[in-house]
Each structure stands twice: as C-alpha cells, then as structure tokens.
C-alpha cells in the first residue's frame, strides 16, 4: 500500500520527475508525458528520498524519434544526499514514424552515444575500432580531507566549550594550532571526498573472462571504475548532440560482485547492477531510449 502522497504532487514535484526520467535537452526537448495525472509521488524527509509511481503505463510521445511510447514504471528513487537516482521499467514502442528519413538519420545518431552501442561493442570486441578509448579507475577516499575535518572539528569543539566560540582568545591562549592552520583546514575540508586515479587502457577480453552461454549471454564483470571516453571522431559530426559528446567521458561501476549478462545487442540484465557516472547519463533516459530491436542502418 502506497501511504505518504504528496498532496499536488506534479505541481512541486513534475519538472524534476520528467528531466530525469525523460533527459533533457536534444531529444528531451520533442519528448512528452501525456498522462501525468496517473504519478504520484511520495517524499521521505529524514532521508531526503523523493520515489514516484504511476497508477497505469505512463504515455510518453518522442516526437525526435518518432515513436509512442507506454511505460510501466516499476521503479522511481531519488535519493538526494547520495546523488544517486535508480528508475526501472518495462517501455513498449510504437512506431509511428512511417519511414521518414528524419527519424532514421536521429536513431541512427542517437544510437551513436547509447549505453547498449558500449556494451555491445564490448560484447564484440570492437570497442577500439568504434573509437572508444576505455581506462580503467580506481577511488580512494581523500585521506587529507578526512584528516582536515577530524581536526577542525575537534579545534571547533574547544573553542565553543572552553572559549565561548571565541577564536582570538582561543589563538592567544595556544601558540600550537595558528588560524592559518585553521584556514587550511577549513579549504581541505571542501575538498572532493574521493581521489580518481587513472590505470592503463583495458581491452573487453579483460571484462568477460569466460564464453557465451548457449543463450549468447556474457557475463561482464570488473573491478572499481570504467573510464569510457567517446569516439573523438564523433567531432567532425554535423550533429550538435553528437559534436557535443567528442571525447566526453562516462563511468561504469558495479553494485554487485556477479556483474551483468550482456547479449549481443547490448542489452544487459540486472539493470541494479551497473551504476552509469558522467556525460552519458543522459543519454540514458526516455528521451534516448530506442526498442531492444533496434539495429542501426548501415551508413
């Protein structure tokens, strides 16, 4: 039972639902919610987590690439302390682009910067010959910020027991700790919470260590992060969206050990298991989305 519903839910809530759910610009500009009266919306204050569901398959019109649209959402979370959002649902085309030439050369185009293009070039080991160049990343907490705020924290403390938040007589009382020490600390603590470290280029053979299943499926497994940069040819483009995404960089991560199974199309499964980071999450959305089926025209 759904308890909790934001009362005049899409009024405060519909611009954020449909930007990430729907994408933004590009595509995301010619993309429609029809029904919106069928989501509600549920927001949990301590944990600062907005969810959404829909009551029936949302409409959704992608004027861009020609297709109606039903959603059945199973899933919408946002949770806002952790930047983290997760939506999953069952989408069913209908084509209504009778053919026109427009709407090929677009889902050709955003074929280019799709999740299941990567995956599928790394399915086929060609993911050098597409273009793109993969790194793999590693992230380790920022030792220096976690030092900076355990000390400015503990100093802080003092001053406002011993020193009635007086910082003078604090500085005039000691001659150890200086404000320039503090100041330094203060800076530190702004810092990035995690620190990115680049390795060496990574080949597919290094993520799927094992054969297809009869079923074709492989299953993709890494360790820390994948850092993917698109194809720099993608500059040369006549297409803003794809001009735009020349040498543009996307992470992938796992959330669970087992990973992902990857068919030849690029389509994947368990959804949960792979967080995308960066430029492509956009191109993630609704607005980008293209049918399981779809196979790009030959240029």
Excluded: C
């Excluded at 085309?93 to 790394?122: C, N």
């Excluded at 060609?126 to 355990?150: D, H, L, P, Q, S």
């Amino acid at each position: 039972m759904i308890t909790g519903i934001v009362k005049d839910g899409w009024k405060k809530w519909g611009k954020y639902f449909t930007e990430t759910l729907i994408g933004v610009g590009y595509n995301a500009e010619k993309t429609k919610i029809l029904n919106p009266d069928v989501i509600r919306f549920q927001y949990e204050d301590k944990a600062r987590i907005l969810r959404a569901y829909a009551i029936e398959p949302i409409k959704i019109s992608n004027d861009a690439l020609g297709y109606e649209i039903e959603y059945d959402l199973q899933e919408f979370r946002s949770a806002f302390a952790d930047n983290y959002i997760y939506f999953a649902g069952y989408a069913y085309f209908k084509d209504k682009s009778k053919g026109r030439t427009k709407y090929r050369s677009a889902r050709r185009d955003t074929y280019e910067l799709s999740l299941a293009k990567f995956l599928q070039s790394a399915y086929l080991n060609t993911w050098e010959k597409e273009g793109y160049v993969v790194r793999k990343m590693v992230k380790k907490e920022n030792e220096t910020r976690k030092i900076a705020i355990t000390k400015l924290k503990e100093v802080t403390g003092i001053v406002v027991k011993s020193f009635q938040g007086n910082w003078n007589a604090y500085y005039a009382f000691q001659k150890e700790i200086l404000p320039t020490h503090v100041q330094a600390w203060r800076t530190q603590s702004r810092d990035a919470p995690e620190i990115a470290y680049l390795m060496g280029t990574l080949t597919p053979a290094e993520l799927f260590n094992k054969e297809p299943r009869k079923d074709k499926f492989k299953q993709l497994q890494f360790q820390d992060f994948l850092y993917i940069i698109y194809p720099s040819r993608l500059a040369k483009s006549k297409n803003k969206m794809l001009k735009a995404a020349a040498s543009q960089v996307t992470e992938l991560t796992l959330t669970h050990p087992n990973g992902i199974m990857v068919d030849p199309s690029g389509a994947y499964f368990p959804t949960e298991n792979l967080m995308l980071i960066g430029y492509g999450v956009n191109y993630s959305r609704l607005a980008f989305l293209l049918p399981l089926d779809y196979v790009p025209p030959i240029k």
